[in-house]
């Protein structure tokens, strides 16, 4: 088996490559090639992910490369984890955000929409060249925000296979086990939503119904997220265990004040975090991912990733939380969205499982945001200024179209959109 990594020389590739080293065999892995196209960070990450290798006993070859068709072709499985424009842009969008007294937040949030709007090209350009240089891979999707990518995929993508992949789901499983000592598979979750935006409707511990209990836990919550309290009252009246970046939608006054506070960004946050890690990876005497990259936001990652790279390629038919095409699994929503559920995955993909209805208090948001998701995939696509505009607009946490309009211009300007008015 050969596995491409894009954005290789991501801070996240050492997780993933802990978990490759643990599951070469059974992958009957061979190649794995490191994308990049900074040849500074491909190096720093690259020579730590081969002196890990190397001190598992070489169970198989590590490439580097600056040239993506080399990297792409014949590969059984291409996994994504791009940030175009980096650190920097996600800091300016968020600022720009802010400024007009607007959540940013990069996944559901406009400042999600900018990155989709710079992402989604590059995307279906790899998928050009998957088609075809290796026409049988699977594209594993980290790159945010995660559900929209996928969709563009599934829509655009020339028919190339794709699944779509969050590590929250596993965060909060991982969460639940530590409070009642029991292992990750002692736990199951009933989990409905979209990336970013989902809801666990139910909580079971060895089979023991746990959901009253949980609600109000904040255990598996990430450490991106700002620690702004809901109210007990609303949390029982939900009835749910609600997904961390919920509360940017359920606090949002609160949420924003707490942001406009901080003296640095996200962005900036993590770019400090980047710099240590990579100056860590310099040292020719590590061999082992830090600790530290847990901070970084991608706890797990490892995990997911890899167990859904086995299953598929072992053709297990093994249930797996991820981000798939609807078929109907939510009647509440398109046929071809793109959903964050329990899925059955083998070889043939991901088949979501049957979910049926949503309960009022979840169907409205949920639905909103979905359109909102499908309205930047098409400007996305389409380079469509009005359809941008009405696409920014749409998202929740937009409280004015006057101020989507001068955000959208502010972005447009920053990253060479190349938004056209028709």
Not at 62 to 87: E, H, K
Not at 239 to 264: A, H, I, P
Not at 356 to 365: H, N, Q, S, T, V
Request: charged share 25%.
């Amino acid at each position: 088996m050969k596995i491409t990594i894009i954005g290789g020389g991501s801070t996240y590739s050492p997780e993933l490559v802990e978990g490759l080293i643990e599951q070469a065999n059974v992958l009957n892995l061979e190649e794995l090639y490191l994308y990049d196209i900074d040849e500074t960070r491909l190096n720093i990450v690259g020579g730590l992910v081969k002196r890990m290798v190397e001190a598992a006993g070489n169970p198989f070859k590590v490439q580097l490369s600056l040239n993506r068709q080399d990297a792409i072709s014949g590969a059984d499985f291409v996994l994504t984890q791009i940030r175009v424009g980096g650190q920097l842009a996600r800091h300016v969008d968020t600022k720009i955000c802010l400024a007009e007294d607007i959540i940013g937040q990069e996944t559901t949030g406009p400042v999600g929409f900018a990155k989709a709007m710079r992402t989604i090209p590059v995307i279906l350009d790899i998928c050009k060249e998957i088609k075809e240089h290796a026409p049988n891979a699977v594209i594993i999707n980290f790159t945010n925000p995660a559900g929209i990518i996928t969709e563009a995929v599934m829509k655009h993508g020339d028919g190339v296979k794709v699944v779509g992949l969050c590590n929250v789901p596993y965060g909060i499983k991982v969460g639940i086990a530590e409070e009642y000592n029991v292992t990750v598979e002692d736990v199951e979750i009933d989990y409905v939503g979209l990336n970013h935006l989902s809801w666990v409707r139910k909580i079971l511990v060895k089979g023991e119904d746990k959901t009253k209990d949980m609600i109000l836990k904040t255990s598996g919550k990430p450490a991106n997220i700002p620690q702004v309290a809901i109210n007990e009252d609303f949390q029982i009246a939900l009835g749910m265990r609600t997904n961390s970046y919920l509360d940017y939608f359920y606090v949002q006054d609160e949420m924003l004040k707490y942001l406009q506070s901080q003296e640095k960004t996200r962005a900036q946050i993590v770019s400090e975090l980047e710099a240590s890690l990579l100056e860590q990876y310099k040292d020719p005497d590590l061999k082992v991912k830090p600790q530290e990259l847990e901070k970084r936001g991608g706890a797990h990652y490892s995990t997911v990733a890899i167990s859904l790279v086995r299953d598929i390629y072992k053709d297990v038919s093994a249930t797996h939380i991820v981000n798939v095409r609807n078929d109907g699994a939510i009647m509440d929503l398109p046929f071809d969205a793109v959903i964050e559920v329990p899925a059955v995955v083998n070889s043939n993909g991901a088949k979501p499982t049957a979910i049926g209805r949503l309960a009022p208090e979840i169907r409205g948001l949920i639905q909103h945001v979905n359109a909102y998701e499908e309205l930047t995939v098409e400007a996305a696509v389409s380079r469509d200024y009005n359809k941008a505009l009405l696409a920014l607009s749409t998202n929740p946490l937009v409280t004015s179209v006057n101020k989507a309009k001068r955000i959208l211009d502010r972005f447009n300007d920053e990253h060479n959109l190349g938004l056209q008015k028709n």
